[in-house]
């Protein structure tokens, strides 16, 4: 096999428990802790994936989140997770994978078949291929989408826990490197709010294997102890397993924090994952810089990795991932690798590009080759040879792991996030950041400064800046460096031969022969290309594969990198779990209901709920085994014949007060104000600047220059931030105060020809009578002992008084006045039967009628349309089409057959005209069963209806095919003098 | 996110905030004490906004706030706060 | 190298469970406040409440709210004399909560976006933010208690979101 062992004693997981996993049903050991890409390889598990298209074989690459094709599916029991990258996850006891999108296994693949078919799959070949017959379509695409992809959406909901929170500071520092821990020492000792994040479990991991010395002391003590002490300070927090995800305007930068990756043990409700909503005043980017790998044939098998990480695996986790291991470098720290693998009882080759270097490797025992580089590889389901060519021609070497390092590219996402441009460097052959970003540094090797010394100056510089800024007095030194490895050797591109299995982007399949076939059609800007071919677009966003990409195009253009230039960076740095993001914000969350102060005894009464809009609602109160229908019809005929109770407290109350009110409403009503007397109230119209109905309620006068105003239920918050716009922008000679009320005072109406009688038995300090409290008065006294304003409103057309009261007493009233309706048998009426009371009197009810395009024309209300004065829409309402007899307006609408029903969502349309186009004249809008009336009725708004009573038409439902000849009406059903509620 | 500066409350993020559109466009005869407005030129009130690319001054509601109105001169392209006044003054 | 945790992820303590702070915070319902809004015209420092025993949240110039267990320290609802101050009973508008115990400022830091520190947000501020979906008032009234004013229709969901943020550190409800 691979020959993969670990190595005793070695690693940072040295003595931690061992523990049981499984992959795709295989049982394994490994080590709690240590990623479960370091498991599978411990355990010969070379395959682990199939790549997106061919499905080729695809194992552990990286080390880190720079990894392309490591992704299985974890089956944990809140839930499966596909796409989860192996290298990040953390070996727990239990834990179970499996591969994804391979039949019967990604071991034993049958769709790599698609990989024999490869030339019917370039880049863009949906394009090319596929393309006839036509009809056949919908097959391939069935299949095509079943063989392409990686893992499956999970069917059921996931269960785990998440949160997020915000925080603060001074100074962000992403990236827990040595120049990150110096930057955050810097900030720490100077007093600074730091906060340090590293999407490692562990600081420091960049320093591990080195040989420097930093301050005289091995490097990884320097790091141990600059840990200590920054863990110790209190202005410091410490964010391992955290991904600095997105940095935005304003200091705004988004963290994901790993918590767990196990399940959460039982009784125990900790998050796995927390989002950080980070506001900070400057953030130091010290996120390093990620190894390039060289291009060659097959380099995409499993066992080809990146220099770095075949390190980090034996340095990190005490993993020798293969017992023979060929090396291909272009710089000394390769060398010291080689080293140590050597050390650690590999058979190492280094084939480097250049013409000398390191002894390091040499001295361990390695065979070193000058002038050479690897060219191709070979193997059934991992490397078992790789081929190298040199100066004397090429050779097979027998070796399971096949590393390469063809240079570094800074991880400069964070800077380019908010638009930083990155430029290109001939000299050190990576992008670097350009012109430096509002509130954000770049320091060492993210900012293309590889030399540890120079890094950390940079980072003691930077850090100091901004405390100077903020500040804070700076003590801190630079470090002294010796014995560390210098960048040395320039990093070259590899022109490979075999460009049609040469990969840059390991995870899509694309190889140096689709960005030569992109170029050739015609692609020239790189944000083409890349979707063209989608070189970049995996859950790797392309960390190991873009700059090479770049590459191949520039030289298939025969420009310069520096022209080609790099694709738009955005946030997230990485995949972020959905329910990271959501976290708390669940349905109820998100939207939460709001609930009258009575709400605990709708329930007790046994009311069905409605949510409208915002607000929880009884709908109806169901008796015994009534149907829906029997108890709405109960409670509407209660209401026209004796007296019901109904919760109407959700609707919008503004008191208005100053000497300006009258003004001010004369300006935003349609209708006047000024004879409106102190206890009386009128019903106004509101419409916005474009003489369109946008709210409508009445409004009381308690007293000389003292106003309660009420909206609909929905639009309380809209009207007030439209008058205060109003009162603050444009009309500031105004005096009024505008303060909303509507959840100070529950309010409750009695409705029917007995609610007087009811009213009486309550009321104290003030007269009941019609003549001393007629309609449309309003009251101040008490109700049952409770201070009061009761006014004389009716929506339901029928007698009614809205008694309002303190929200903390409004428990006490309603069971009051229950108690005092029971000779009537007073009960309380919901929401359903408050819509079919006011559809019989034919009332609009914004948000059905009122639409948003009527006007009050439309609704039959040009009464309310004061000639006299100026007011918000009234320009509007001159407009020609304004006045245009064939609008839309309201009608009622009655089955011509009573019996008949009246189908929903009806249009309204000649009956010869049901198959024509363009036949819909208007559509019913509202429509219930009248108990009153004993059959269906309903509202509509009908082309020129006003003109059309006595006109029969087709409604006519398309979807559903419901049918019904129906003549057009007076909305106004019932009662339309209006003598029950005035009487 | 941005960041506003509301002058009542402070520094806030745009989630406090709801947007209220363009604070340059001043609403002809908004009082209605003047002569009436024709129907383009009211029309072209209602309908036509300028789509600056740069500095927008705009009104913003401060609605999990202090529910004030403000005046926010945005840069449109980096979302740069030039500045935040209280609605209505400095005109 | 060490290896810092927030929380220990995989490594399980030896009884088991992870460790965490039983009951590291309280949520309680708290009654009996009066409140009022003020409104007034004039300059802002005309407006003087004189007792130790009164909350005061400065909204904006001329609008201040006033909370107090003593009805009879806050002014009495009405216009005065002079035309120039309305004050608006909203006692029974509003409900409260408070959050209190070693992971209180944790758990607000999860509903609102203001700064907690010490430095920003020191005992006995007041601050009108949003929290979650919500707009509430937010007090400190302790080192560790956090008091939250609401709207009173949304008092049942609000404390569905506190017990929600509070569950990773066992909150209790008081």
Redesign the interface.
């Known amino acids: 096999m691979t020959g993969a062992r670990r190595v005793p004693g070695a690693g940072l997981l040295a003595g931690a428990p061992a523990v049981s996993f499984s992959f795709d049903g295989r049982r394994h050991t490994g080590v709690a802790g240590e990623s479960l890409a370091t498991a599978l390889l411990a355990n010969g598990e070379r395959t682990i994936a199939r790549s997106f298209k061919y499905h080729r074989p695809r194992g552990v690459m990286g080390v880190g989140n720079e990894d392309p094709a490591g992704l299985v599916t974890l089956a944990r029991p809140s839930g499966d997770e596909p796409n989860s990258r192996a290298t990040m996850v953390e070996l727990y006891d239990g834990l179970a994978a499996r591969g994804q999108n391979a039949w019967p296994s990604v071991r034993w693949d049958m769709t790599a078949v698609t990989d024999l078919l490869s030339p019917l799959f370039p880049a863009g070949f949906y394009y090319k291929t596929f393309m006839g017959p036509a009809a056949a379509w919908p097959l391939y695409e069935k299949v095509i989408r079943r063989i392409a992809g990686l893992g499956a959406v999970p069917a059921t909901p996931d269960t785990e826990l998440c949160t997020s929170t915000h925080a603060h500071g001074d100074l962000l520092i992403a990236g827990g490197g040595a120049a990150g821990l110096q930057a955050a020492l810097v900030a720490a000792r100077a007093g600074a709010r730091v906060l340090l994040a590293d999407e490692n479990p562990w600081f420091g991991l960049g320093l591990l294997g080195e040989d420097a010395r930093i301050d005289g002391e091995p490097a990884q003590t320097w790091a141990k102890a600059a840990l200590e002490e920054l863990s110790g300070l209190e202005n410091v927090t410490l964010l391992p397993r955290t991904t600095v995800a997105g940095r935005y305007e304003q200091g705004f930068v988004i963290l994901c924090e790993k918590l767990r990756d196990g399940p959460a043990l039982a009784g125990d409700p900790s998050p796995r994952w927390r989002l950080w909503k980070l506001r900070v005043g400057s953030t130091i980017i010290a996120t390093g810089a990620i190894e390039r790998p060289m291009v060659f044939a097959n380099n995409d098998r499993p066992g080809v990795m990146t220099v770095g990480a075949v390190g980090a695996y034996l340095n990190r986790y005490g993993l020798l991932v293969g017992e023979q291991v060929v090396i291909a470098a272009s710089d000394d720290d390769a060398h010291r690798v080689a080293s140590q693998l050597a050390r650690a009882g590999a058979e190492v080759t280094v084939a480097d590009t250049r013409d000398s270097g390191s002894g390091v490797a040499a001295a361990a025992g390695v065979e070193v080759l000058w002038r050479s580089r690897v060219a191709d590889t070979a193997g059934r389901g991992g490397v078992a040879g790789v081929q190298i060519e040199g100066p004397s021609g090429r050779r097979w070497i027998s070796a399971t792991i096949a590393a390469s390092r063809g240079g570094w590219s800074p991880a400069l996402h964070l800077y380019a996030q908010t638009g930083g441009k990155a430029v290109w460097d001939d000299a050190r052959a990576m992008f670097v950041p350009g012109a430096p970003e509002i509130g954000a540094v770049t320091v060492g090797p993210c900012n293309g400064t590889m030399d540890l010394a120079a890094a950390l100056a940079e980072a003691t510089a930077a850090s100091s800046a901004v405390c100077g800024e903020l500040g804070y007095s700076v003590t801190s030194a630079v470090p002294t460096v010796d014995g560390a490895d210098t960048a040395s050797g320039i990093p070259g591109f590899a022109t490979p031969a075999n460009r049609k299995r040469s990969f840059v982007d390991v995870q899509n399949d694309v190889t140096i022969a689709d960005l030569d076939l992109a170029v050739r059609e015609g692609y020239r800007s790189i944000e083409h290309v890349k979707r063209y071919t989608t070189l970049g677009m995996g859950t790797d966003q392309g960390k190991l594969g873009n700059i090479n990409g770049i590459r191949a195009i520039a030289e298939a253009r025969g420009e310069p990198m520096s022209s080609v230039g790099t694709t738009r960076f955005r946030p997230p740095y990485v995949p972020l779990p959905i329910g990271a993001v959501a976290a708390h914000m669940s349905p109820e969350h998100h939207h939460p209901m709001r609930r009258t102060a009575i709400h605990d005894l709708h329930a007790q009464a046994g009311c069905v709920w409605l949510k409208a809009g915002a607000w929880l609602r009884p709908q109806f109160y169901r008796r015994g085994t009534e149907t829906d229908l029997e108890a709405v019809n109960r409670e509407v005929l209660a209401v026209r014949n004796n007296v019901g109770l109904v919760d109407v407290s959700t609707l919008g109350k503004i008191e208005l007060a100053g000497p300006d009110v009258v003004t001010f409403l004369n300006r935003i009503y349609t209708n006047g104000w000024s004879t409106l007397k102190p206890g009386m109230g009128r019903y106004g119209l509101m419409l916005r600047e474009d003489g369109v109905v946008f709210d409508d309620g009445v409004t009381m006068r308690l007293g000389e220059s003292h106003y309660v105003m009420s909206t609909t239920s929905g639009g309380a918050g809209a009207v007030r931030e439209w008058m205060t716009r109003l009162l603050e922008t444009r009309w500031r000679d105004l005096n009024v105060a505008v303060v909303p009320v509507t959840e100070q005072w529950f309010a409750a109406a009695l409705a029917g020809p007995m609610a007087r009688d009811v009213l009486a038995r309550v009321a104290e300090g003030f007269d009941v009578s019609n003549e001393a409290f007629p309609f449309m008065g309003a009251r101040v006294g008490k109700i049952a002992g409770i201070p009061a304003r009761v006014f004389r409103i009716s929506f339901s057309g029928e007698m009614s008084y809205e008694i309002n009261v303190p929200s903390d007493r409004a428990v006490e009233l309603w069971k009051a006045l229950l108690e005092a309706g029971k000779p009537e048998a007073m009960a309380p009426y919901g929401v359903e039967s408050m819509g079919v009371l006011r559809l019989e009197k034919g009332h609009f009810v914004v948000g059905r009628e009122a639409d948003g395009r009527t006007t009050p024309y439309d609704l039959g209300l040009g009464r309310m349309v004061s000639s006299k004065k100026w007011f918000i829409g009234k320009e509007a309402l001159d407009f020609p089409e304004m006045k245009n007899p064939q609008r839309r307006h309201v009608v009622g609408i009655v089955p011509v057959d009573r019996k008949q029903r009246l189908p929903g969502s009806a249009h309204l349309i000649h009956a010869d005209q049901i198959d024509a186009v363009g036949a819909s004249q208007g559509w019913i809008v509202s429509s219930a069963w009248s108990p009153t009336f004993d059959h269906d009725i309903a509202l509509a708004l009908l082309d020129g209806g006003q003109a059309r009573h006595g006109e029969r038409m087709l409604a006519y439902a398309p979807i559903g095919g419901g049918k019904a000849d129906v003549e057009i009406v007076s909305p106004h059903f019932y009662d339309p003098d209006g003598g029950r509620q005035i009487g | 996110m941005l960041l506003i500066s509301c002058p009542y409350c402070g520094e806030r993020p745009e989630e406090e905030f709801a947007f209220g559109g363009d604070a340059s466009v001043v609403p002809p005869n908004g009082a209605g004490e003047g002569a009436p407005v024709g129907t383009e030129t009211f029309a072209d009130y209602l309908y036509l906004r300028d789509n600056p690319k740069g500095r927008h001054r705009e009104h913003w509601i401060h609605r999990y706030g202090c529910q004030r109105w403000i005046e926010v001169e945005r840069d449109t392209v980096t979302h740069e706060i030039h500045a935040v006044r209280v609605a209505g003054e400095g005109k | 190298?060490?290896?810092?945790?927030?929380?220990t992820?995989?490594?399980?303590t030896e009884d088991?469970?992870?460790a965490?702070d039983p009951a590291g915070v309280t949520v309680a319902p708290l009654t009996g406040l009066q409140k009022r809004?003020v409104?007034w015209?004039g300059s802002p420092g005309t407006l003087e409440t004189s007792e130790a025993t009164v909350i005061r949240h400065d909204?904006?110039?001329g609008?201040t709210v006033l909370i107090s267990e003593d009805a009879s320290v806050l002014p009495a609802p009405g216009?005065d004399e002079a035309?120039t101050r309305?004050v608006?009973?909203?006692?029974?508008?509003?409900l409260a909560f408070r959050v209190s115990g070693a992971k209180a400022r944790?758990l607000i830091?999860?509903?609102?976006?203001?700064?907690l520190?010490d430095s920003?947000f020191a005992v006995g501020a007041t601050?009108?933010?949003?929290f979650?979906?919500?707009?509430v008032l937010l007090v400190r009234s302790a080192s560790d208690v956090f008091d939250l004013h609401i709207?009173?229709?949304?008092?049942?969901?609000?404390m569905?979101?506190l017990l929600?943020?509070g569950?990773?550190f066992?909150v209790r409800e008081g």
Not at chain 3, 132 to 135: E, S, V
């Open positions: 190298m060490s290896r810092l945790s927030r929380r992820s995989t490594i399980p088991g469970r992870l965490s809004l409104r015209a909204v904006a110039v609008e216009v035309g309305l608006v009973d909203q006692s029974a508008a509003q944790a830091a999860k509903g609102t976006a203001v700064d520190h920003a601050v009108g933010t949003r979650g979906a919500f707009r709207d009173r229709s949304f008092g049942d969901a609000l569905d979101l929600d943020y569950a990773e066992g």
